[in-house]
């Protein structure tokens, strides 16, 4: 009866995520929309050749693609752990899910909302700026700014995401033992020792399959929170490799190259998420899959 009714979620996996993988044959073809895919004709490795050939509109994807993923990982993936931590100290239950319901309300927010919420506080004639103005001082303008922009996609997903992402993590705190932590401040724990030895390690499971996961996106920093700030900053401060695939491949019609980019970002993926998991498991960790 459990297989029966995971059959329709069955279905929508296998039709919208496993079905389109076979599109990936375009990058190795001279697609045209107007002969098909089987009537296109096929070109071998050519398209690949934009990957290893120094093509500097890919270098500068790429280069702000993995400086905009080293943010992400540095500042975005630990900011839910941190949280959680701290909702989880409050005493008051109440008070607690006050203040989720409150951190997850911008997750159901679309991006466009964001950055329009994001312009009207930091853009030049924003909230903070119209202040600062009117106060006599010098005003400052994020949004147009290509210095800034990485910063800001970084501050904009730890505001929009990072309350949801709790959700996980507390799940995770509601399993620990309390006579864990009972057992430690016997032995005289503080509540960093107790945070380092008892929290933290009941966490790490939780901590190391989330971070695989995170690893299968990699090069994957946001398409829709990008496209909508591009024309703001310019190509060169905002071009990913997501982006990059778009505006070369349906706004410039090289359907090959950005599938053969496409593809060979799911592939780094897929190698990332397979490592990754070989080295939890060398220390002791499930991963996303056993041994």
């Not at 029966?4 to 375009?26: D, H, Q, R, S």
């Not at 997850?104 to 004639?125: D, E, K, M, N, R």
């Not at 922009?149 to 033992?177: C, H, Y």
């Amino acid at each position: 009866m459990l297989l029966i009714l995971a059959l329709p979620g069955i279905a929508i996996l296998a039709l919208f995520e496993y079905t389109p993988l076979l599109g990936n044959v375009i990058a190795f073809k001279d697609y045209q929309p107007y002969l098909g895919i089987a009537d296109s004709p096929w070109v071998g490795l050519r398209n690949f050749l934009v990957i290893f050939s120094g093509d500097p509109q890919f270098l500068n994807a790429l280069r702000n693609t993995l400086i905009i993923t080293v943010l992400q990982v540095v500042f975005v993936f630990p900011a839910p752990i941190a949280l959680a931590l701290l909702l989880n100290s409050l005493l008051s239950e109440r008070i607690k899910r006050i203040v989720q319901s409150i951190l997850y309300l911008p997750h159901f927010l679309s991006w466009v909302i964001v950055v329009a919420i994001f312009q009207q506080v930091l853009g030049g004639s924003g909230l903070i700026n119209s202040w600062l103005r009117a106060n006599g001082h010098s005003t400052f303008d994020i949004i147009g700014s290509a210095d800034w922009f990485r910063e800001l996609l970084t501050a904009q997903v730890m505001w929009k995401e990072t309350g949801w992402a709790t959700i996980i993590f507390l799940a995770a705190l509601s399993q620990i033992d309390i006579a864990l932590y009972e057992a430690a401040s016997v032995d005289g724990a503080s509540r960093w020792r107790q945070l380092w030895h008892v929290t933290l390690p009941g966490l790490r499971s939780v901590i190391v399959l989330l971070f695989i996961l995170r690893l299968g996106d990699v090069l994957t920093v946001g398409f829709e929170q990008i496209i909508l700030q591009q024309g703001a900053v310019g190509l060169r401060a905002s071009e990913v490799l997501d982006t990059y695939v778009y505006n070369n491949g349906i706004i410039n019609g090289q359907w090959g190259v950005s599938a053969a980019v496409g593809l060979v970002k799911g592939l780094v993926g897929v190698a990332l998420v397979l490592a990754a998991n070989k080295v939890a498991h060398l220390f002791g960790e499930r991963g996303v899959y056993s041994k």
